[in-house]
């Protein structure tokens, strides 16, 4: 696999649920993120972990909890979410925090809460 | 309030013709602009970027011109092709503060390119 890749592609959940999203990168890069897409509103930073430190929480509400645990892996765990956070969960990496890199995007995970 | 705004949510286009997505700022610390496409069902590409001690740069069929007085980036495509069909995210980035490099996404542009 090349890239960054993101599973489960969609994920449908109770509120009462525990359930973890996945994100991997094959690009050898150092800093990893979480968005969120929600439905006519722009992408939206979650979280951002620079060699493997969590560097960024973007006043995003605690049911969200990022794990981090090499510069190849991110997850995001999921637990007592609302409806409202249903959305497309995007993963991306890029090579470190230099503001000029691009940012790579994997697929997203389309998440519904019901 | 957003700091990023595409103001059309979608565009048509004819194949062949010019295809322009506007992009408007309101931080004046934006210093780095990009565009992204994105397909359904794929996480955005990275498509072409902009300095803001630019004011274009062109990549093949894809150019962008930055505005810094107006505060206005456009991406123009030419020729459009059917393959450009896509949505297309305006981002900007602020290299001083405490979000250093964190980027700030409009909403996007549906462009439609018809055969």
């Known amino acids: 696999e090349t890239g960054v890749t993101q599973t489960p592609r969609h994920l449908v959940m109770g509120m009462t649920n525990k359930k973890s999203l996945k994100c991997e990168q094959h690009l050898g890069h150092n800093a990893m993120y979480w968005y969120k897409q929600s439905a006519k509103k722009p992408l939206e930073l979650m979280f951002v972990?620079?060699?493997?430190?969590?560097?960024e929480n973007n006043s995003v509400p605690s049911r969200f909890s990022p794990e981090c645990p090499n510069s190849s892996h991110l997850f995001l765990h999921l637990h007592t979410l609302q409806p409202e956070d249903s959305a497309l969960y995007l993963c991306?990496?890029?090579?470190?925090?230099?503001?000029?890199?691009?940012?790579?995007f994997g697929p997203g995970t389309r998440l519904l809460v019901l | 309030d957003q700091q990023v705004k595409q103001n059309s949510p979608s565009l048509s286009v004819q194949e062949g013709r010019i295809s322009i997505l506007n992009c408007d700022y309101t931080n004046s610390m934006f210093d780095y602009f990009l565009w992204y496409k994105k397909y359904p069902a794929e996480g955005p590409t990275f498509l072409i970027s902009i300095s803001s001690i630019k004011d274009k740069n062109e990549d093949g069929r894809f150019t962008v011109f930055l505005n810094k007085s107006a505060k206005h980036l456009s991406l123009h495509i030419v020729p459009s092709q059917p393959g450009d069909s896509a949505v297309y995210f305006c981002?900007?980035?602020?290299?001083?503060?405490?979000?250093?490099?964190?980027?700030?996404f409009g909403k996007g542009t549906k462009l439609s390119v018809k055969p």
């Open positions: 981002a900007a980035r602020n290299h001083y503060g405490g979000s250093q490099g964190n980027l700030i």
């Open positions: 972990y620079n060699f493997k430190e969590q560097t």
């Open positions: 991306a990496s890029s090579p470190g925090r230099d503001y000029q890199e691009t940012q790579y």
